[in-house]
């Protein structure tokens, strides 16, 4: 390579790493100010874990009533997409609301970890909260169809709903951030002891986690995105180059003091990347590996979240949280085909997940829930579901007291007082508010500081209350 063309390209590859810098900084910011955990920070180690469902799970079809009666009305009201009674999987309650319920025939793992049988025997690691959704306030159909108070905007909207689960603001806010982001904003500089961020996502930037101060740390399956291409040996890569140019660029000395600072600020970044991919690489989990299917992309990302779980002390990470989204659950066609195959590889990845931390010890300080859009209509459009409002969602772990059917399962006869009228779109009985509340009191969150995480709180739940707003954690799991 003659000067000329090296001078052309090193232009060129600094040019390329600079424009990267604002990505980095966007995505990657690991709050760089040096912490120290304040006296009295907890000793106890807890991670969050999000499956973000995109597009919109039919999860009248995950969680189904199984009684002669209300499986008659399911059956009437779903017509062609109704599933039998033979065909689901007998959910064993040990309380709950004392109903008869199965759940989905692709779902053996998630109806073990329900019943507390095979793998999870003896230990009911999962449970079911019925038609939850995004609320300002509690809603009935009345007031609904009188549009006589605040409704969350732009309903059965894709983005505008997923933006909502990950806010908790259904009424929209003029500068976005999540509600993981802003209980990061309230606790990492108190409760973790290192720069790494405390909101880990393994699906890109997530508005879940994006604080008002503070933002995730994104990575992948490999470890984090670093600058390093450390899996690359070839020294005349052009990545190798790139990364080059790059550090050349950031280790200058500029007399400028805000080239300076920015400098300092990205090389800081990226050191602190190579800290957790190293931590992250040399961390053994033969142990577990073998549970998480190779061909599971889904499983492949529980697999790093269980190695990230693991290695929370290793980062000084007393409170963590992990996101993963999976995606093309807007089934509007092919339902009952499309649906079957998607549940059994979310049911293979989060059985595989729960399996690990078991064996790893590790369950008492890890729940995970899962999120969608919205629910479906109850009625079938021939071949599929449409956009519709309240559903079921999962929520496991070893804090949560499992084998149990939680908040309100609606009446699903069309034009029921849960319908707004519209093919079955259920008002929620169960605000996403009360849930996150749920998780935050385990978390760590006091009341004090409730509200700024969940500016609807009140509107559900009395944050300075000694009981839980739905009641799903084990005794002596919270404070």
């Known amino acids: 390579m003659n000067a000329t063309t090296r001078r052309h390209f090193f232009g060129r590859s600094a040019c390329a790493a600079m424009s990267t810098v604002p990505v980095l900084n966007t995505l990657l910011n690991l709050q760089l100010a040096s912490r120290v955990a304040a006296d009295g920070a907890p000793t106890d180690y807890k991670t969050l874990v999000c499956v973000f469902l995109n597009g919109g799970m039919d999860s009248f079809n995950f969680l189904v009533p ?24 007998d959910l064993d309650q040990d309380g709950g609301d004392g109903q008869l319920y199965g759940i989905h025939p692709s779902c053996t793992g998630l109806r073990d970890m329900f019943n507390g049988i095979g793998n ?64 990061a904003d309230l606790l990492h500089s108190t409760v973790n002891a290192n720069s790494i961020a405390m909101n880990i996502s393994l699906s890109g930037n997530s508005l879940w986690q994006v604080g008002n101060a503070t933002t995730q ?16 040996t070839d020294p005349l890569h052009p990545m ?22 920015y400098g300092q600020l990205t090389k800081s970044s990226i050191e602190l990347q190579e800290f957790f991919l190293q931590q992250y690489n040399s961390y053994d989990d033969s142990a577990v590996a073998s549970l998480f299917p190779t061909n599971n992309y889904i499983a492949q990302q529980f697999r790093a979240a269980v ?34 195959g998607m549940l059994s590889t979310l049911n293979t990845a989060l059985t595989a997940f729960q399996r690990a931390l078991e064996q790893l010890t590790l369950q008492d300080g890890v729940i ?35 084998g149990r059917v939680y908040g309100s399962f609606p009446d699903l006869t069309l034009e029921s007082a849960d319908d707004t009228g ?52 084990r005794a002596g799991t919270w404070v």
């Open 66 to 89: 199984r009684d002669p009666t209300r499986h008659g009305i399911y059956t009437t009201t779903r017509g062609n997409l109704a599933l039998t009674t033979g065909q689901l999987l």
């Open 120 to 183: 999870f025997a003896g230990k009911r690691r999962a449970a079911l909260l019925a038609n939850v959704g995004t609320l300002i306030q509690p809603v009935t159909k009345a007031q609904y169809l009188a549009e006589s108070v605040p409704l969350p905007r732009a309903l059965y909207s894709h983005s505008d709903q997923i933006d909502q689960w990950q806010t908790s603001v259904p009424q929209g806010m003029t500068q976005l951030s999540g509600w993981a982001g802003r209980t």
């Open 217 to 232: 740390f994104v990575v992948t399956d490999r470890g984090a995105l670093t600058f390093t291409g450390s899996e690359i």
């Open 240 to 261: 190798k180059l790139k990364n080059t140019a790059h550090r050349s660029i950031i280790q200058q000395n500029y007399a400028n003091l805000m080239q300076q600072s």
């Open 307 to 340: 190695k990230m779980i693991a290695l929370r002390q290793a980062l000084g990470l007393h409170r963590q949280t992990i996101f993963i989204t999976f995606g093309g659950w807007d089934h509007h066609g092919e339902l009952l085909n499309t649906q079957a």
């Open 368 to 402: 995970t829930f899962s999120a969608s859009d919205f629910g479906r209509t109850l009625r079938s459009n021939g071949r599929g579901t449409d956009h519709a409002w309240g559903g079921n969602a999962l929520v496991m772990g070893g804090p949560v007291q499992g």
């Open 422 to 473: 519209y093919g079955g779109r259920m008002i929620p009985t169960t605000s996403v508010d009360a849930l996150f509340a749920e998780m935050l009191r385990w978390f760590g969150v006091p009341a004090s500081g409730m509200s700024s995480v969940l500016p609807n709180i009140g509107n559900f739940y009395n944050v300075n209350s000694s009981s839980l707003p739905i009641g799903m954690l």
